[in-house]
């Protein structure tokens, strides 16, 4: 049986960890270290790391790694997930850079650049790049930022990590469908 003590403890780690991912590092260590001042709270000197400015505690809460199976590269990423659409070819590169991409390459966002750059690395042909981002989120995979800036928006991200590859069901035209089903009438 659980102490109920334990179990408020780990509520609240879950609560805390909830809270402050979102944020950047900066944000989370501002957030920390209000909340222990304003708990009265003095860290032993053994529980900080000067050198990274973090706390122990974020390293028995490390961040989400990708996954040993994810895609080393882009090409990887596009054979797995066999887009067949423009509009799913950019959604699986604006994926591979905020999740797979080498960290100086990972960012949020997707630009007219990266579809010039990244097209081409996943063997993908070549579209009009500032139409193929408008036209992604048009089909409401990505949203504007503003700036030639576009991020994957949650039916984007599940698009390619549920949706993709598409099945022999998925991979019917609508338009095939109704045909087939004109010609049982």
Do not use: C, W
């Not at 102490?3 to 809270?19: L, Q, R």
């Not at 950019?90 to 991409?101: H, S």
């Not at 990972?106 to 408008?134: C, G, K, W």
């Not at 700036?147 to 998925?170: A, C, D, I, M």
């Amino acid at each position: 049986m659980t102490d109920k003590k334990d179990d408020d403890g780990v509520s609240a780690i879950t609560t805390i960890i909830g809270a402050l991912k979102p944020l950047d590092n900066k944000t989370q260590q501002n957030v920390l270290n209000f909340v222990l001042k304003q708990l009265g709270i003095d860290l032993p000197v053994g529980d900080f790391d000067s050198t990274h400015q973090t706390y122990a505690v974020e390293t028995a809460f490390p961040p989400e790694q990708p996954s040993p199976t994810a895609a080393a590269n882009i090409q990887t990423l596009a054979e797995q997930k066999k887009p067949k659409t423009v509009n799913e070819k950019v959604a699986v590169v604006a994926y591979y850079l905020k999740n797979l991409a080498p960290g100086e390459e990972r960012r949020d966002y997707i630009t007219s650049e990266d579809i010039s750059n990244y097209f081409p690395q996943a063997d993908f042909e070549l579209p009009v790049a500032r139409m193929a981002l408008a036209n992604a989120k048009n089909a409401g995979y990505l949203i504007a930022l503003g700036n030639g800036q576009y991020r994957l928006n949650p039916v984007g991200h599940n698009l390619v990590t549920h949706k993709l590859p598409l099945g022999e069901s998925g991979s019917t035209s609508r338009r095939k469908r109704r045909a087939a089903k004109k010609k049982r009438r």
